[in-house]
């Protein structure tokens, strides 16, 4: 009987505006099962989330919400001023988003698909915690300006606040470094941008 091969794990990511989300949305349309490790984050620490009774317990209710999930916006000002804290708080928050990840992988895998997408929008951030998990690290890119002008458009911030998060985030050239693929989203149409995802040498079921 010949064994099944292993999936291709791929880890994709990419600055804020940079069209990650739609490059996932393509390459699901092509079979690959794709796993948001924003999403799990966002839901460990929404109301009774997994990670609330810690977060709670190690910094205090003024960071819970009314109806019980972290205030988003209220940690990102502490966390942003408190290197300790942003680790504190990822001490919490990657275990959680680790087992969640890894169980949605082998769902994924059960089911038969042989590609693994990681949506991870910090993966280059994370450092070796991501690159020994994926065979291919996949970076969407695009000039800063464009990203500007995205987020503004989307979602109605100033330009100094996206500026401020995209200096929160690993460089441009920093991705690019780690990349093993990149597609290029600058001035392109949604069809160009298609055609280089179904380029990708991926397994597509």
Known sequence: MTPTPSPLRIGLTGGIGSGKSTVAQLLQARGAAVIDADAIARNVTAAHGAAMPAITRTFGAEFITPDGALDRERMRAHVFSQPEAKQALEAIIHPLVSQETQQ???????????????????????????RPQVDRILVVDCLEETQIQRVIAR?????????????????????????????????ISLDTLENQVNWLPIQAD
């Open 104 to 130: 949605q992988a082998q769902a994924a895998i059960s089911k038969g698909h042989r590609t693994l997408v990681f949506d991870v929008p910090l993966l280059v951030e994370a450092g070796e915690r991501w």
């Open 155 to 187: 979602n109605g911030l100033s330009r100094e606040a996206v500026q401020r998060i995209i200096s929160a985030q690993a460089s441009r050239v920093q991705k690019l470094t780690a990349a093993d693929w990149v597609i290029y989203n600058d001035g």
